[in-house]
């Protein structure tokens, strides 16, 4: 590289730690980001600056925004009384994107793990059994991972809330999917879980 | 998403503009981002404002820099008469980390390409011959890649410069490669250009 290239190195560092991004493949975003500099490289780190300055946590969900509390939880047209609880704001977003479910939602940020040492106070467990309380919750779904850890959470919620439906999502085939590329679990889970016609 | 997200979802499109990503996993690096705000979210911002504001094409070679000449055409130990031609600033990268050529580089910025209009001009080719002259260059080194349009290049450049040694890289079995992952073509050209032991 060329002198002066201790900024161009670190941009290239930086990148490199994007998940999915190595260092070959930063090496080529920031080549590309320098060709492109007044389409992309620019606008690229004012958006970073602005999401930095101004993301933050909804108080009450955990889904991330730009205000105290998230658009979902103001939203008087969604239905109260049921609320989905997920990992991740990845999970909820995928929620939203499949666009079928109108309550509210509950941000984990995460699974008990006794590997990890997280317990129920590093997630927000707490904030969803006030909520539960303070919301007249009827139904929690619980859309958490099928791993164990998932699992181990899942059981632990509903421990938690006696005199509360705790359902969660159905196992089965995926849709469009086909049986052959499945694992055996799913199968197993699909031939369990059957439905009459 | 939450209200206010115009912010998240322009940085998203943005980030899902770069080579290797899409838009799914433009959304996991951006939420990785945020929770990462102060260690990579602000310093990836900042690094990339600083390159916006620097970056710059050496102007004797081509390379990418933050200075007019960059320090390999500036660095006197490099030994002159040896110009090596690439078409891209990432090969001339490439080269210089397997870090066994010591002379001066030149990057052309492409390959010749009559479908998408790309002639000499387009590329840096005045500039390699100007400098072929005015540097007293005996031998210049073809990068190229061996695609039809880098070996076009190849002979373009190699027709530009008389009474000046053009070789190009030797074509063969890549170091640790097997012969039954090569295509036919590799092994085609290794057999041809066959060393005694």
Same mark, same amino acid.
């Given at each position: 590289?060329?002198?002066?290239?201790?900024?161009?190195e670190n941009l290239i560092a930086l990148m490199a730690k994007l998940?999915?991004?190595?260092?070959?493949?930063?090496?080529r975003a920031v080549l590309h980001l320098i060709k492109k500099r007044?389409?992309?490289?620019?606008?690229?780190?004012?958006?970073?600056?602005?999401?930095?300055?101004?993301?933050?946590?909804?108080?009450?969900?955990?889904?991330?925004?730009?205000?105290?509390?998230?658009?979902?939880?103001?939203?008087?047209?969604?239905?109260?009384?049921?609320?989905?609880?997920?990992?991740?704001?990845?999970?909820?977003?995928?929620?939203?994107?499949?666009?079928?479910?109108?309550?509210?939602?509950?941000?984990?940020?995460?699974?008990?793990?006794?590997?990890?040492?997280?317990?129920?106070?590093?997630?927000?467990?707490?904030?969803?059994?006030?909520?539960? &309380?303070?919301? +007249?919750? $009827?139904?929690?779904? #619980? *859309?958490? /991972?099928?791993?164990?850890? !998932?699992?181990?959470?899942?059981?632990?919620?509903?421990? &938690?809330?006696? +005199?509360? $439906?705790?359902?969660? #999502? *159905?196992? /089965?085939?995926?849709?469009? !999917?086909?049986?052959?590329?499945?694992?055996?679990?799913?199968?197993?889970?699909?031939? $369990?879980?059957?439905?009459?016609?």
């Open positions: 590289m060329a002198q002066g290239t201790e900024d161009l998940p999915g991004l190595g260092p070959r493949s930063a090496r007044s389409l992309q490289l620019i606008p690229l780190a004012e958006a970073m600056h602005r999401v930095g300055a101004t993301a933050r946590e909804c108080l009450s969900c955990g889904n991330i925004g730009t205000i105290d509390i998230c658009d979902i939880c103001a939203n008087e047209k969604r239905q109260n009384g049921q609320i989905c609880v997920v990992e991740d704001v990845a999970d909820l977003w995928a929620m939203e994107r499949a666009n079928v479910f109108k309550g509210r939602y509950h941000v984990l940020g995460g699974t008990l793990s006794a590997l990890d040492a997280i317990g129920p106070e590093e997630l927000r467990i707490p904030k969803l059994i006030d909520r539960c &309380q303070s919301e +007249g919750v $009827t139904e929690v779904i #619980l *859309a958490l /991972g099928a791993t164990i850890d !998932g699992q181990t959470t899942a059981h632990y919620i509903a421990d &938690q809330l006696p +005199g509360i $439906t705790v359902t969660s #999502l *159905a196992q /089965g085939v995926p849709v469009g !999917g086909e049986l052959d590329y499945l694992d055996d679990g799913t199968i197993t889970a699909a031939l $369990t879980a059957r439905k009459s016609l």
